[in-house]
């Protein structure tokens, strides 16, 4: 009997750099010698493109739309190290839903029983973060995740995406949705930086798994088509993802968070608007307490 796969959302605005995270995470925990599947959920299907060395593959909804009998081996792709790799894809720009693609692809993935065939430790769901229709939050609301990341950085409106998606959590939360597993604060590379997201996740009641600096390893490992995993596996950046990796695989206790209302929100930002100048000069040594 197969066993039953730990399943992981990674969620986070648009840029913010959810797909290359989640893709180094996917890369760390195969070199570890787990199996691993990524799944995209971004309708520009360019969530697995690092894992296999730039080329993009075929989405679910593009097979479809060719053929009505579909096999596994025409939306599984095989990437670094072993690592599975599907994009749920989204519909002709302009047209339709683009949260059908994520729909879609669940249905699919179960129908055919990819996850037993192929007797996976872990899936990962690469989630567009800014939640425009339900589709979106189908990891979410259907509990098909166990625990659910977020990928966010000190900029107001990463953070805001953040909220949101701890308020469409709490919402699933009572009907067995997933729970959310904590933030990782990525391009945090000033002293202010981290005192915001330190700040922002102790008033949502949840925590920080990983600070991720922004490195240009990663913008040299991207423009060969690689995760920094794969092209520079001996560098600092690196290893900060494999640390990463590490931690979701031993996590296992996620919680409701507690959003902010959307004006307590802008006041908590209000406030750190007069701070951050005086903690980067070196005035002040936090301004958390005081917000």
Not at 101 to 130: H, M, N, P, S, W
Not at 173 to 178: D, F, L, P, V
Not at 259 to 282: M, S
């Amino acid at each position: 009997m197969a066993k039953k796969p730990k399943q992981i959302a990674i969620y986070g605005k648009g840029g913010i750099g959810k797909s290359t995270t989640t893709s180094n995470i996917s890369a760390a925990l195969s070199v570890a010698g787990y199996k691993v599947m990524q799944v995209g959920c971004d309708p520009k299907s360019d969530s697995t493109v690092t894992l296999r060395g730039g080329e993009y593959i075929p989405t679910i909804l593009d097979t479809l739309r060719e053929k009505k009998n579909v096999k596994i081996d025409e939306i599984v792709y095989t990437g670094f190290n072993g690592l599975y790799c599907v994009e749920a894809g989204g519909p002709a720009p302009g047209v339709g839903c683009a949260g059908r693609g994520i729909i879609t692809a669940v249905e699919l993935l179960k129908q055919l029983r990819v996850f037993e065939e192929f007797d996976l430790d872990y899936v990962i769901y690469d989630v567009l973060g800014d939640v425009v229709c339900g589709g979106f939050a189908v990891p979410i609301r259907e509990g098909i995740a166990e625990h659910v990341f977020t990928v966010t950085s000190s900029d107001f409106m990463a953070l805001y995406a953040a909220n949101n998606l701890f308020t469409g959590i709490k919402k699933y939360s009572n009907n067995g949705g997933a729970l959310l597993g904590g933030v990782i604060a990525n391009s945090v590379n000033s002293p202010y930086a981290k005192h915001i997201i330190d700040d922002f996740v102790d008033k949502t009641n949840t925590q920080v798994i990983e600070y991720v600096p922004r490195s240009i390893t990663v913008a040299q490992s991207e423009l060969q088509g690689k995760t920094t995993i794969e092209a520079y596996p001996d560098s600092d950046q690196a290893k900060i993802y494999q640390v990463l990796a590490g931690k979701i695989a031993a996590h296992t206790e996620s919680k409701v968070p507690e959003p902010l209302q959307v004006e307590a929100l802008r006041k908590w930002a209000a406030g750190w608007a007069d701070q951050i100048l005086a903690i980067e000069t070196g005035e002040v040594r936090s301004a958390g307490g005081g917000i």
